[in-house]
Structure formats: C-alpha cells, structure tokens
C-alpha cells in the first residue's frame, strides 16, 4: 500500500484547521449572538468557554490523532482501545450529517455572488432569498457547491487540501479586513461599533441559563469540535509539533475572525438603521442585502461589496466543508485502501442525496442542523472527553508532551478534561437533549 500523506508543512496544518474552524458560524452566527446577548460582556463569557473548554478538547482530538496516524475511527484500535471506535464513529456520522445542509447553503452564498454582480439580489432581497433557497434553484447550488469540495478533497492532503487553504485563509483574512476599512468609513459606524460591543453586563446575569449553554455550544462548533475533523486532520501530522501552539494558534484565528466578521457586518446593518436579530438565514441574506442596496454611491458600490462579501463567505465555508468530507474520506481510504477520488466522489454523491431535502425546503434543513449540531456534536465531543480523560490518560499526556512547549502542563491538562471540560459537556448535552425531547 501507498505511504500514508502527511502535511508539507506545519503552516499547511494549521492553516486547514484554522479553515475548518473559520466557517458560517464566525460570520453569520457569532457576531448577531454577540450584539444580541450583551455585547463585549458575551464576548468574555465565550473567550472563556474557548479558553476553558474549546482549547482542552481540542487538545484531546489532536491527541487521538496524532498519536494514532489514522482516521478517527481506525485510530482506536491502533491507540489499542478497540472497543471505543465508536467515538470516532460518532463524529465522522456527525461530519457526513452536517455536511448535507452545509453545503445547501454553501450553495445559496454562490448564488448570491451571482446575484451581487448582476444587482437581483439586492433589489428584492426578501423575495430573491425566497425564490433561491427552496426546490430546483437550491438543489442546483448545493450540486456545485459539493463538486467544488469533492475536487479539492479529491486532490489529496498536500496538493488539496493544504495547497487550498493556504490560498483561502489569508483571502479570508485581506478580503474581511478590506470590508471592515470600508465599514469604517460608513455614517454610523460607530454606532454599529457600539451595537456590537458595549458591554451589557446585566443582559449576561440575568439569563446566565440560556447565556452559558449558547456560548458553549457555539465555542465547540465554531472549533470543529465534535466532527472527527480534528482527528483526522492531527492524524497527518508528524511528530514535531507542539500541539498546545497549534491549538491556542486556532482558537485565537478563530475568534478574532469572528470579531472581525463583527466590526463588518454590524456598521453595514447599524448604517442603514436594518435589525438584524440574532443572526442566521435571514441576517446575511436579507438583511445585509438591504443595506448593501443602499449604500452611498448608488447600486454599483453595494454590488461590488456584496460580491466580496459573499464570496469571503463561500471562501469559508468552502474550507469548512473539505475538512467535514475529509473527515468521512479518510476512514474509507485508511480502512479499506480505497483511492481518494472515487471515494471523494462517491461519499460527495451520497451527502449530495442526503442533502436534497434541506435544499428542497428550509424545514428540513432546521431539522437536520437541530440534530447535527444539538445532539451529534454536543455527543462526539463528549465521548472523546471522556476517552482521552479516563481510558487514554497517561498515553495522552505523553503525546501532549511530545514536541511540546509547556509539556509540563500536560498532567493538569488531563485532569481538567477528566472534570471540568467533561462536567461542562454533560451539562451541555443534557440541556440540548432537554430542549430537543422534553
Ligand atoms: N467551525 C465551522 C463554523 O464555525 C463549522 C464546522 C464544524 C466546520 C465542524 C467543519 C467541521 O462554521
Ligand atoms: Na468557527
């Protein structure tokens, strides 16, 4: 058998993980969730659940991976915990589930790059986002949206994935700092400013029970948590890496583009005096078309932008997306000696199918990510937790170690996740099971 791939570089490695982590959540979720739950005060409470929980399971998925340099569900029978494959298994059924809708709207953000150049998606945004999110229209969209991830993944960790994402994080990176300057210079920016960060202190006390388990939540989805993704992009490393870097190196990209994604859209809404609630469909599609529409300087400038705008957010969402395909790819390849392109091909073709009812009708795509992103990942996560903490323990702080700076801190690193990370994720998944059954 061929020799397994491995990274060309650890730059390469961070910068997939860094475009796993940087998705729709950074740009259509965390800012609206900010401004709407209190502003800088959210934004300690989520820096905290990243620093507290997100950075510790992180860890704890790199471990698995790096440790045993196969996909996440090979990789516990190699670390010789057989039994536990369904850990990984968990994950890689959540990346193949979440997928699906992924890149239903993956699709519709193409769509509104198109309709940014031509001007039809900001005439009548309402209309527009109703016409092109439902039946045909968003079936066709999801199609070339899953094409174009099926063909980076295809193309390999090294000639894929990494060269890709070392292409789109710094695009990511210029193209939000270029919306942000422009921002900037918009009349009432700075209210925008102020909508987005004053802190509201009193807005987190006094709804800490719905506070805490959001800013959790959005922590591990907004990490790449609990989708096998981590360990499978781990399992590719070589053994000189210092893990906690890299891991603190992703949390702190991740966050600050959240921000970033913040001081864009929130003095583009804020200008044009257009709410925009807590974020989601109706924010980036309706509600930010608007305003581009009436930008100072007529139709042209609000097009210009909206085509930077959306295309940032395909960007992103492009790379979240490879590394969820990459995540169920590699089980077939490492297991079963498949070839990358007609594995890609053939799982991109089944998440296609899966995904024809999200396309097809918006309920079904709330009914998915309801499962995907309220029961699955809250799951995998917790079972990975609660494997490095109690069944891996000393094998995992020995490949904490390996490379490390800061190895010392490994044996406290254990016994945080064996408590407190694992004590925060039952309550997390015990809420969320709560919300969805009772
Ligand atoms: N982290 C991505 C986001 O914030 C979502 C994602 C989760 C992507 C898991 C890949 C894997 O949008
Ligand atoms: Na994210």
Known sequence: ????????????????????AVGLGNIWRFPFQTSANGGSAFLIVYLLAVLVIGLPAILAEFVIG????????????????????????????????????????????????????????????????????????????HAVFMLITIGIVALGIEDGIELATKVMV???????????VFAAT??????????????????????????????????????SLGFSVMITYASYLGEDDSLP???????????????????????????????????????????IPTALAELPGGGLVGQAVGVVFFGVILIAALSSAISLLEAVVAYLVDNYGFSRLPTAAGLGGVIFVLGIPSAYDTAWLSWFDGIGVTL??????????????????????????????????????????RTVVLAVVVVVVLLNFNDLFL
């Open 1 to 20: 058998m061929a020799e397994r791939e491995t990274w060309a570089t650890r730059l390469g490695f961070l910068l997939a993980a860094i475009g796993s």
């Open 66 to 141: 790096r440790r045993a340099n196969t996909s996440a569900i090979g990789a516990f029978r190699k670390l010789g915990r057989p039994r536990w494959w369904f850990v990984g298994a968990v994950g890689v059924i959540a990346a193949f589930w979440t997928l699906s809708y992924y890149s239903v709207i993956g699709g519709w953000v193409i769509r509104y790059i198109g309709g940014s150049v031509t001007g039809s998606a900001l005439a009548a945004p309402e209309g527009y986002f109703g016409a092109i999110s439902v039946g045909l229209s968003s079936i066709g969209t």
């Open 170 to 180: 710094p695009a990511i990176v210029v193209m939000l700092v270029g919306l942000a």
């Open 186 to 223: 918009l009349p009432g920016a700075g209210g925008g400013y102020a909508f987005f960060l004053d802190p509201d202190f009193d807005a987190v006390i006094s709804n800490l029970g719905s506070v805490l388990p959001a800013a959790f939540g959005q922590a591990l989805f907004s990490l």
């Open 245 to 287: 870097v890299d891991g603190f190196s992703i949390a702190v990209s991740n966050t600050a583009i959240g921000v970033l994604a913040g001081l864009v859209v929130l003095p583009l809404l804020f200008a044009q005096g257009i709410e925009a609630g807590g974020g989601g469909p109706g924010a980036v599609f309706v509600a």
């Open 376 to 417: 699955l990942l809250p799951l995998a996560v917790l079972l990975a937790v609660l494997f490095v903490g109690w069944v891996l323990g000393r094998d995992a702080i020995d490949e904490l170690r390996t490379g490390s700076t800061g190895g010392s801190l490994a044996p406290i690193w254990l016994w945080w996740l």
